[in-house]
């Protein structure tokens, strides 16, 4: 079995990103991309909302081939305070060295795969100075460590978690622009 661990982190206000976002129209986008998120993960094919709740949703995702998983996928979303798209794991942590220093986490759990994939939204000194940092923890029960089928899924699986990453900070600005979040 060979499990692969990912973290990538992109700022989300760079120094020429305009409009700059705030961690409210993040957030928002973030609950757009857990509901369709076909615009953010160029590698997902397909997404059924297939029960919804106040505090989250269950969604079966098919991705595209060699792109995720074989087959439907089912994912467990879950918000939480207003600050959070969880998908099964959930946490908000709060820094109480830095004043108003916030983590918002929205955590997947493929639950058919055992997979786990994080969403964070992290602040850093300045009022715009955002990060969004993508986690993945991905099974292949059928590989083995060490062979060329394991590098090819470990590159592409990086690639992946990359584009996801950068993808979505794009398509939440883009909607900002266009005034579909208004956060």
Same mark, same amino acid.
């Given at each position: ?5 990912? !973290?990538?982190?992109?700022?989300? *206000? ?24 076909? /615009?953010?993960? =160029? ?6 909302? %297939? ?7 269950? /969604?079966?995702?098919?991705?595209? =081939?060699? /792109? ?7 994912? $467990? %979303? ?14 908000? &942590?709060? *820094? =109480?060295? $830095? ?6 986490? !929205? ?7 055992g997979n786990y994939i994080s969403n964070i939204i992290s602040t850093g000194d300045g009022e715009s100075d955002l990060y969004l940092t993508f986690t993945f923890a991905w099974d292949f029960p059928d ?5 060329? +089928?394991?590098? +090819?899924?470990?590159?592409?699986? &990086?690639?992946?978690?990359? +584009?996801?990453? !950068?993808?979505?900070? *794009?398509?939440? /600005? ?10």
């Open positions: 079995i060979m499990k692969l661990y990912f !973290a990538h982190t992109v700022p989300i *206000n760079p120094a020429t990103a305009t409009p700059k976002l705030t961690k409210a129209q993040v957030w928002e986008g973030l609950k757009l991309k857990a509901r369709d998120p076909l /615009r953010y993960v =160029p590698a997902i094919a397909k997404c059924e909302v %297939v029960e919804e709740h106040a505090d989250g949703m269950t /969604r079966v995702v098919e991705f595209k =081939p060699g /792109r995720g998983p074989p087959g439907k996928v089912t994912e $467990v %979303v879950t918000y939480l305070g207003g600050c959070k798209v969880s998908f099964t794991v959930y946490m908000v &942590s709060y *820094n =109480p060295k $830095v004043a108003d220093q916030w983590i918002i986490q !929205a955590d997947f759990h493929m639950v058919d795969f590989v083995n460590v060490g062979t060329p +089928e394991a590098a +090819e899924k470990e590159q592409q699986f &990086s690639k992946m978690s990359r +584009e996801s990453t !950068a993808t979505s900070v *794009n398509e939440i /600005r883009d909607l900002v622009q266009k005034g579909a979040i208004k956060a």
